[in-house]
């Protein structure tokens, strides 16, 4: 069945860190790929998305690139911030007239002043 | 912007009891769903409606059902809870299969 695998947390950085979570997935089809971010007493936001190989999804200085080849979706930020500090989800979906939402275990990233 | 809202933010029931959640969506989104957000687990899907009436099974249906009798309206049930359903419960809706989720803030239940 498909499946997504992300880097397990916690994660602290300081401020300005390069920040890299790790999503590898597997999937039976050709999957859409989707990084949600869940902040402190909230539920779940969409970040940024993929729906193909190559494509390069990108949200406020957040990337993540479709790697077919490695079956990967990495986020990826080269300076963070304080008000970073979230849960962050890797999913997939899989174009099969439903799209179910497939999520990784989510990965806890908390930011240091 | 999409409101999805969740009747109760915290909710401590007794083993045994019938509990409800509710979600309502103003969007007049096509597509509702439920899951369980546990630590180390990630979220599954309990249950999704892709219409009114319309219900399916998600990934981890057992000891859970699902109304839809309103488009707007999706209501989780718990017909006899028990201490391992302690979880939180996320909501969310979209308008067709294409198109990202929109979560509600979440209902963090207790059973004792």
């Known amino acids: 069945g498909d499946s997504v695998t992300q880097m397990e947390g916690p994660v602290t950085l300081s401020e300005e860190a390069f920040l890299t979570i790790n999503c590898t997935y597997t999937a039976t089809g050709y999957p859409s790929l989707f990084w949600y971010v869940q902040y402190p007493g909230e539920g779940l936001q969409l970040l940024l998305k993929?729906?193909?190989?190559?494509d390069k999804g990108s949200n406020k200085g957040f990337e993540a690139t479709y790697r077919k080849e490695t079956t990967s979706f990495h986020l990826e930020k080269g300076s963070v911030q304080v008000s970073d500090s979230a849960v962050y989800f890797c999913a997939l979906s899989v174009v099969s007239g439903n799209e179910k939402l497939t999520f990784g275990t989510g990965t806890r990233l908390t930011i240091i002043p | 912007d999409v409101k999805v809202t969740q009747s109760s933010r915290y909710l401590v029931k007794r083993t045994g009891e019938k509990v409800f959640l509710e979600c309502v969506q103003d969007m007049d989104h096509e597509n509702m769903f439920w899951y369980r957000q546990d630590p180390g687990l990630g979220l599954r899907l309990i249950y999704f409606?892709?219409?009114?009436?319309?219900?399916e099974k998600g990934d981890i249906p057992e000891g859970y059902s699902v109304s839809r009798e309103k488009k707007e309206r999706f209501s989780l049930i718990l017909e006899s809870a028990s201490t391992n359903q302690t979880s939180m419960y996320l909501c969310?809706?979209?308008?067709?299969?294409?198109?990202?989720?929109?979560f509600g803030d979440g209902t963090r239940l207790s059973i004792l």
């Open positions: 409606s892709y219409d009114v009436k319309m219900k």
């Open positions: 969310a809706s979209r308008r067709l299969p294409n198109q990202p989720q929109h």
């Open positions: 993929a729906t193909k190989a190559d």
